[in-house]
C-alpha cells in the first residue's frame, strides 16, 4: 500500500483521480475518522469493499459530490431540505434514492434508501472534482475499532487496499446517522 500526504495528492492528483475513476480501493482522511473508499458506481471495487469489511449485509453510505447531486438523486422535501442545510458536517443522512443508478446496486443492497455524507474537510474537492460519489466507510473490518491513525490500520485490510492519504492522527468519532426516511438519529462510539 502506497501512503500519500496532501500534498502528494496534489502533485499526483490527474493520476490519483484516473485510478479512482478505475475502481481503486483506498484509504482517506475524513472530518470524523478514516475511511475506506473507492468509486461508488464501480460495482466490482465495491465488491472488494464489502469483501475486505467481511460485510454483505449492510449497504454502504457514500460522500457525495456536492448538495446538487444529493438534490439531483434523492427525494428532497422541506423537511429533508431543512436538514441539508447543516451540511457540510459530520452527518449521515439517510434519504431516499430516486435514481437507482446513480450508484452500483452493491452499495445500496437493493434497498430504496441510501446513507449520504457531505463533510467539512478539504478532501471533499477531490470528490467535487470527480464528480461521482465515493462509497465511504470506516477503515475497519465490521465490529473492529475504527481507524484513526496509520498506526492503527488492519492488516487485513491493508493489504486490499492500493493506497492511503494519510494527514496523522485524528481525534473523531464516525458520523451521527441521521435516518430522515424514518426519524431516527444514531450516534456511534
Excluded at 422541506?78 to 443508478?101: N, Q
Excluded at 475499532?145 to 493489504?159: C, I, N, R
Amino acid at each position: 500500500m502506497e501512503v500519500l500526504i496532501k500534498k502528494e495528492l496534489e502533485l499526483r492528483f490527474e493520476e490519483i483521480t484516473e485510478r479512482i475513476k478505475e475502481g481503486a480501493v483506498f484509504i482517506h482522511p475524513t472530518d470524523t475518522i478514516y475511511g475506506l473508499s473507492c468509486n461508488a458506481l464501480d460495482s466490482k471495487a465495491v465488491a472488494e469493499i464489502h469483501k475486505i469489511k467481511e460485510r454483505t449485509d449492510k449497504p454502504f453510505s457514500i460522500w457525495v459530490p456536492s448538495l446538487k447531486w444529493v438534490r439531483d438523486n434523492c427525494a428532497v422535501d422541506a423537511e429533508v431540505e431543512k436538514e441539508l442545510s447543516k451540511l457540510p458536517g459530520p452527518y449521515t443522512f439517510i434519504l431516499t434514492l430516486k435514481k437507482r443508478k446513480a450508484v452500483a446496486d452493491n452499495v445500496t443492497l437493493g434497498k430504496s434508501t441510501i446513507g449520504v455524507r457531505y463533510p467539512d474537510h478539504w478532501f471533499g474537492k477531490v470528490v467535487e472534482k470527480l464528480g461521482f460519489p465515493l462509497v465511504t466507510t470506516s477503515a475497519n473490518k465490521s465490529g473492529e475499532q475504527f481507524m484513526t491513525s496509520l498506526e492503527d490500520l488492519d492488516k487485513g485490510v491493508e493489504h486490499h487496499v492500493e493506497f492511503m492519504i494519510n494527514e496523522g492522527p485524528k481525534i473523531g468519532k464516525p458520523s451521527k446517522i441521521i435516518n430522515l426516511v424514518e426519524g431516527t438519529i444514531k450516534e456511534r462510539n
